[in-house]
């Protein structure tokens, strides 16, 4: 049988160009053989980000600041240079100075029909939002073909092919039932005119994830960023354009200055063969990383005009700041919960961003920045989401006041509970506001793992457990989106689901792995774990915890806990959230371990993968990102 689809300069698992050739077109293969080149660059980029985590941690030594004289990699730039403004920024296109609020999530469904999967794009595309990012990474499922199907269900979506307007007209109906319940009106007057409202933005994977259905002609792992934005842009640039919409994309997970020259590289070579104009795909940039937050105006000026706004996301940046300071015994984080975007670090990570687009490039112009997410989903009990409600709008009118153009949300429900904030404050954006000018001495690298009295509890650990091990049981199922909270929640309508993805599962680990691993001591006592105040976490509480928290899901109801998978995917997620806890050395991410066991329920064959894996990367910084089943599978 033959396993794989060979063109010589990449390689394709078997069957997916016909059975997805109206995404893997002639015109979008040419584009990706046109850019195969860079992904020996983004292999050299990210062995480079590995080696500074491990020099770091072997040296003792903190993320600092660049040298003001030194040249921004990969530009023609010089860090003081762009600290100053000395480069060419972007102007805003008319389709996002209004950005009020902006949904996130993926374009399909996993194990659906074409029809059944559309359902996704429609309820985006008439839920009101001025923005929906289409997600192809954190929330996006990764089993069987859901990244090809996220593809072709937004060509089918933004082209308004059939089937996807008689879906929207069903799913128009069903929404404007649900807002006459519950915002007592509908929000949908005419389905057709409500398509044109939202603006399309998408978000490839990042550059530390290899595709699951390309390889690179020598076999080896291809840069899922290279096929997420070639696909994006070749497929839907013609029908966007036309109609007056930009191209926009959302870059993930970007560490350096050095990285972000490499997007705009990249980025301007697919611009070059398609004929499009200079710096016509726009980006927004997530800042998610610890070490982003050193060079925010060095990013800037290496995306240069093409460069429209910064985001600021809450897990995924936790994460990455537990991670970078793993070696450093003193840095152990809190309860989840207490991290909120005013604890500590997070404030002044928020706050360099805000001073960062509003320092002024070249031509005077202001940068985008665009709020956290909203994770809340408007359903369970009178008082639970009345509750929810209340905290929610008191998040979105607090980064109002300090600035920012609009917030993410992750339902479609919770645009409507958001967006009357900015209705009222009325202007379309904020850029230009006036706050002091980024400065970068030691006590702002200080500030930036700034630490502050707060909760460290059993509870809190129960909590992280179960949720961390429910997330990775739903991204075996291909949910990377899923509304989930803790088990000794269930039941209780009081406490509402949280949508989360890929980066609740990231820092939940992170913060357990500082417990074990740095003998965190506990802030409170808890007589039923027989720990007190003062106790740290141990290998035995931790095989405790986890044996209760997996017995809890194993008895949990199908409702948050899918019976199919309580013998299938659940032993596999805590089999990889076991291993990575006890490692000594700590893995640098969780998706590759829950991509290294997709689509396969055979709990031997994943603990070898884990042990593979966990082996090679604590040798020499190795990551094994290559599913030994997908090349056999169409």
């Excluded at 690179?216 to 070749?234: E, K, P, T």
């Excluded at 992750?410 to 850029?431: D, T």
């Excluded at 371990?593 to 064959?605: S, T």
Aim: hydrophobic share 40%; with cysteine.
């Amino acid at each position: 049988m033959k396993t794989r689809d060979n063109d010589g300069a990449l390689q394709f698992n078997a069957g997916v160009r016909l059975a997805y050739d109206s995404v893997l077109s002639p015109a979008a293969l040419d584009a990706l053989r046109a850019l195969a080149g860079f992904n020996a660059d983004r292999r050299r980029i990210m062995a480079e980000r590995i080696a500074r985590r491990a020099e770091r941690a072997r040296q003792g030594r903190h993320i600092g600041f660049l040298d003001p004289a030194a040249t921004i990699a990969r530009t023609k730039l010089t860090v003081r240079e762009a600290r100053e403004g000395r480069f060419e920024g972007s102007p805003i296109p008319p389709d996002l100075r209004r950005q009020w609020v902006q949904g996130t999530g993926p374009g399909t469904r996993p194990r659906s029909s074409v029809e059944a999967s559309l359902r996704s794009v429609a309820y985006a595309l008439l839920s009101g939002a001025d923005g929906w990012m289409f997600d192809g990474e954190d929330a996006l499922g990764q089993i069987s073909t859901m990244s090809l199907d996220n593809q072709r269900n937004l060509k089918l979506a933004f082209a308004r092919e059939e089937p996807f307007l008689r879906v929207a007209e069903s799913v128009a109906s069903e929404m404007n039932d649900w807002s006459r319940g519950f915002l007592g009106r509908p929000i949908i007057e005419d389905w057709r005119r409500q398509l044109d409202f939202t603006t399309r933005l998408f978000r490839p994977r990042g550059l530390h994830l290899d595709d699951r259905h390309i390889r690179d002609g020598d076999g080896g792992g291809f840069s899922a960023s290279i096929v997420d934005a070639v696909l994006y842009v070749v497929n839907n640039h013609k029908t966007l354009r036309a109609a007056g919409a930009s191209l926009v994309l959302y870059l993930p997970k970007i560490q350096t200055a050095e990285e972000a020259a490499f997007w705009n590289e990249l980025l301007a070579a697919l611009e070059q063969h398609l004929g499009l104009p200079p710096a016509e795909i726009k980006t927004y940039v997530l800042v998610e990383q610890l070490e982003a937050c050193f060079q925010l105006m060095e990013i800037r000026a290496a995306l240069g005009p093409r460069f429209v706004g910064f985001n600021t996301g809450r897990w995924d940046y936790i994460n990455s700041v537990s991670d970078a300071m793993a070696w450093d015994p003193a840095f152990v984080n809190p309860n989840i919960d207490t991290i909120t975007m005013t604890y500590g670090y997070m404030r002044h990570y928020e706050d360099r961003v805000r001073r960062a687009v509003n320092t002024p490039d070249q031509n005077g112009r202001f940068a985008l920045w665009q709020g956290g997410m909203e994770p809340n989903i408007p359903v369970g009990s009178e008082r639970g989401v009345a509750e929810a409600m209340k905290r929610a709008v008191a998040g979105g009118e607090r980064e109002q006041r300090a600035g920012a153009s609009g917030k993410w949300v992750a339902h479609w429900k919770m645009v409507h509970i958001v967006r009357p904030i900015w209705e009222k404050a009325g202007e379309a954006n904020q850029l230009g506001r006036e706050f002091p000018r980024l400065t970068y001495a030691p006590q702002d690298a200080e500030d930036l793992t700034r630490l502050e009295p707060a909760a460290r509890t059993v509870k809190g650990a129960r909590d992280l457990l179960s949720v961390a091990l429910q997330y990775g049981n739903a991204f075996g199922r291909g949910f990377q989106a899923a509304a989930l909270k803790p088990a000794d929640s269930f039941g209780d309508d009081d406490v509402l689901y949280l949508m989360e993805d890929m980066a609740t599962g990231e820092i939940r680990l992170s913060i357990l792995w500082e417990w074990l691993h740095k003998k965190a001591p506990f802030t409170a006592d808890d007589p039923a774990a027989g720990v007190r105040a003062g106790d740290g976490m141990t290998p035995e509480l931790l095989t405790t915890l986890l044996d209760q928290e997996y017995g809890k899901l194993l008895g949990a109801a199908d409702r948050d806990v899918h019976d199919d998978s309580k013998g299938t995917t659940l032993p596999i997620a805590r089999e990889i959230v076991e291993r990575c806890l006890r490692s000594e050395v700590k893995p640098p991410w969780f998706v590759d371990l829950l991509n290294l066991n997709l689509d396969d329920h055979d709990l031997a064959a994943a603990r070898a993968r884990v042990s593979a894996y966990l082996s090679a990367f604590a040798r020499d910084g190795s990551r094994l990102t290559d599913n030994p089943r997908s090349a056999s599978r169409s």
